[in-house]
């Protein structure tokens, strides 16, 4: 806080009217009745809603973005925030700092205000708008700006439905009305404010969710299999009595149990109990009932329950698809990303063609390491369970006399071949424009597509699933299988001559879309290894594959840590009298045992232990179920099904949070996913499971609405919740590798 100007700004607030002219932004009065005011906040004791607005405490708070534009943002001598901009970019919001953290509630008046000067005459935007989907103003102004403070002030007030979460910003890129040459110049901002000036108007809110306090697998459950539901009631509690399991269609009780195993969750920070109602195996339509808490959704017994949900996961893939056309009466649309990529700092390299693949997830990158491990999870679902596979799904390759499955993971890895660099073996780790596209449909994203440098846990990844298609698809492409082989065979040779950094793949200066980083290459040299030692049987591959001590091997089974990929490729193939084979043995068995403890200590079942609910939570429980299908194709084990079987429950709706977290199914399910096309269609795309809880509260709007949750329960159906709520093609492909296992039992 500059204390001369705050009060010269005091003296110049009369001058306002005129100073506040010039180009009128066009959604300043479309979506709040707004005025500009030359009062002043009179009392003093109102609370600022804007945490350090006058930079007291430097930055915090305080972010700038960026966009095709150079500009520094610090706090100078004066205690004003100063925006030096070297090259204003030519975005509106090519230049924009911005602060998250406040909430604007329906119907209230607010009182919003700061100081700014500026070396140059130009024009800017300060905006309170939606942080996410179209970004639109709540309240905006365009305001010409010169070396004299002004003090800027609006009130207005919120028309819209409450937002828990909104940006304050200030668009400072090329404006219309700009000098055209706007050349290097420097911005200062000061005491910023925002006052609730009357809530005598306020609208309370819909309010939120209808849960549960009876949780079920809303989709439902196979006749044979286990049946729990779990019962909550508040930390502290007793949770007694019976349960009824009631048919929907007859009203009648067709099953009555005793709540037991009451205990503490802490995951969820509530008490709870089982409703077990295994015994119950006749097809219908059921509900839990109790006296004490209420009922739970709907859900059916029967064969054949996740075919539909099944299906759609798969369709999920189609509908990722990049560069083609793409059929569907919703999600269809024209060929993207068709445009030559450049290499990553190489200006004089001719644009290539990389097109195909399936975009990543809410947005349409195409990440090597990303791809990989779906293609993996699909391949493997065809390996051990292939007869479930039809060529009749309704894509383009259906009728080809090829399981559509295996037609689908051909699209991506004809993709993957062309990320390899024919010269050197090495392999791209992404390719992606520079930034995140708008809430647009894919071929609406035109910018430059960028191929980011060759990384070695993309080459290893690449290597090991061209290894893996040169088995899957022997018996029906030999042409094929040997072009997968000789590119998994040439990674590899990139590999021998390229160790690890230490540092692994890192986002260079001016890409910010998905990092995928990683600095420990060893696991996903491993994997390559093991799928060449199984495809090929070579000698050489399993003696350097024995050059990994068991104990070392990362575990995993994810984009980052892959071990357990690369046990599984060996222990399916190698001999088991062999030493080396039994230490990796014992070690997958660990692996194994430390998933089914974390599934015994949680009441929902779910293999999420304290500090395992992060970005992409529902990854790990979908990747533990496959973990647990794949040691029981090893060494077949009732428990392993069964603590598999409570994944998918958890996942369909057994948790804590009342959400069957794949779009489109059960009675609760995420209706605003972060995922592009279905923002632009205006409705979730559906059979996508979205990444779930993340008690690190990674986006702005998590941050906003669950602090203070408990880990399990950190999760919101919003579409500006990226960190909780996009949805990725390598979380779908363990989930249909545990449907289809399910199925399959
Ligand atoms: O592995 C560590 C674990 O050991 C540690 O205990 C835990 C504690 O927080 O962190 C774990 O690392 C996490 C890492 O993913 C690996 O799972 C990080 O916290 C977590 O922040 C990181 O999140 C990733 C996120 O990008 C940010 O990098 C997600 O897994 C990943 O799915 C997501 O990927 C994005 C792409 O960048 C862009 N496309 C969409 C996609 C999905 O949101
Ligand atoms: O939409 C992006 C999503 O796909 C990514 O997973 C996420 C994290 O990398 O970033 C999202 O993009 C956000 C960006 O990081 C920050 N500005 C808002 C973008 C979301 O609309
Ligand atoms: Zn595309």
Not at 398 to 416: A, F, H, Q, R, T
Not at 603 to 619: K, R
Not at 649 to 655: I, Q, R
Request: one cysteine or more.
């Amino acid at each position: 806080m500059k204390r001369s100007k705050a009060l010269l700004a005091l003296a110049m607030a009369a001058a306002l009217t005129v100073s506040m002219t010039g180009c009128k932004s066009q959604d300043s009065t479309e979506n709040s009745s707004e005025e500009v005011t030359t009062e002043q906040p009179a009392d003093t004791e109102r609370e600022n809603m804007i945490v350090n607005g006058d930079f007291s405490d430097d930055l915090t708070n305080w972010f700038l973005y960026t966009n095709g534009a150079t500009a520094a943002q610090s706090v100078n001598a004066d205690g004003e925030m100063e925006i030096q901009v070297t090259e204003p970019g030519t975005l509106e919001h090519a230049v924009q700092p911005y602060y998250d953290g406040f909430s604007l509630e329906t119907g209230c008046v607010y009182e919003f205000s700061f100081d700014v000067h500026s070396t140059v005459e130009r024009t800017m935007q300060w905006r309170l708008q939606l942080n996410g989907g179209d970004y639109h103003a709540y309240v905006s102004d365009i305001i010409t700006v010169n070396e004299e403070v002004q003090h800027v002030t609006a009130s207005f007030t919120m028309e819209e439905a409450t937002d828990p979460a909104p940006r304050l910003c200030v668009n400072m890129g090329m404006l219309e009305g700009c000098p055209s040459d706007l050349g290097e110049h420097t911005v200062y901002f000061d005491n910023f404010a925002l006052y609730l000036t009357d809530d005598s108007g306020k609208v309370e809110g819909a309010g939120g969710v209808e849960t549960t306090d009876i949780n079920v697998n809303q989709i439902g459950y196979i006749p044979d299999a286990e049946k729990k539901a779990v019962v909550r009631a508040e930390a502290g509690t007793e949770i007694t009595g019976e349960f009824n399991v009631v048919d929907v269609k007859t009203d009648e009780t067709v099953f009555t149990g005793t709540l037991a195993d009451a205990k503490e969750n802490t995951a969820s920070g509530e008490q709870t109990a089982i409703a077990d109602f295994s015994e119950l195996t006749e097809a219908g339509t059921y509900k839990v009932v109790t006296e004490n808490y209420g009922e739970s959704f709907e859900f059916e017994i029967g064969e054949g329950i996740y075919d539909k949900v099944m299906d759609s996961a798969m369709r999920m893939f189609y509908l990722q698809r990049c560069g083609s056309v793409l059929e569907d009466e919703t999600f269809g649309h024209d060929a993207c990303h068709t445009g030559g990529a450049v290499i990553y700092g190489d200006t004089s390299s001719a644009a290539r063609e990389v097109t195909g693949g399936w975009h990543d997830a809410g947005d349409y990158g195409r990440y090597t390491v990303a791809g990989a491990k779906a293609a993996a999870d699909l391949m493997l679902a065809y390996e051990n369970y292939g007869e479930q596979f039809g060529d009749d799904t309704g894509i383009p390759e259906s009728g080809n006399g090829i399981p559509d499955i295996l037609d689908e993971v051909k699209y991506e890895l004809d993709w993957m071949l062309m990320m390899q660099d024919s010269e050197t073996g090495g392999v791209y780790h992404k390719i992606t424009c520079a930034n995140f596209p708008d809430s647009v449909m894919p071929e609406e994203e035109t910018e430059q597509l960028i191929l980011a440098p060759v990384s070695t846990t993309a080459t290893a990844d690449f290597a090991a699933v061209m290894a893996m298609a040169a088995r899957v698809y022997q018996d029906i492409d030999a042409d094929y299988q040997k072009t997968c082989l000789a590119a998994a065979e040439q990674a590899w040779s990139y590999l021998e001559a390229t160790p690890g950094d230490g540092k692994g793949f890192l986002n260079p200066e001016s890409i910010v879309t998905g990092e995928y980083g990683d600095p420990d290459d060893s696991d996903e040299r491993y994997w390559a290894l093991a799928e060449l030692y199984k495809t090929t049987k070579s000698d050489t591959y399993l003696s350097a594959l024995k050059e990994y001590k068991a104990e070392d091997i990362v575990d995993g089974l994810g984009w980052q840590n892959v071990g357990l990929y690369g046990v599984y490729a060996y222990l399916s193939s190698g001999d088991s009298s062999d030493v080396y084979y039994q230490s990796v043995e014992s070690h997958f068995k660990q692996a194994v045992d430390s998933v089914l403890q974390k599934a015994e200590q949680d009441s929902y079942g779910v293999t999420l232990g304290s500090g395992d609910y992060y970005w992409g939570s529902n990854l790990q429980a979908a990747n533990n179920g496959m973990l647990l299908l794949m040691a029981d194709q090893l060494s077949p084990n009732e428990t392993y099904v069964r603590v598999a079987r409570q994944q998918l429950d958890y996942l369909m709706g057994t948790n804590t949070n009342s959400y069957c977290f794949i779009t489109g199914f059960g009675t609760l399910s995420p209706e605003n996913p972060h995922h592009r096309p279905s923002q632009a269609v205006g409705s979730a795309m559906p059979g996508m499971l979205i990444g779930g809880p993340d008690a690190d509260l990674d986006d702005p709007y998590a941050q906003a609405t669950l602090a203070d949750r408990p880990e399990a329960a950190c999760y919101v159906d919003n579409v500006q919740s990226y960190s909780c709520n996009e949805v990725t093609i390598y979380w779908n492909s363990p989930l249909v590798y545990l449907m289809t296992g399910m199925e399959a039992d």
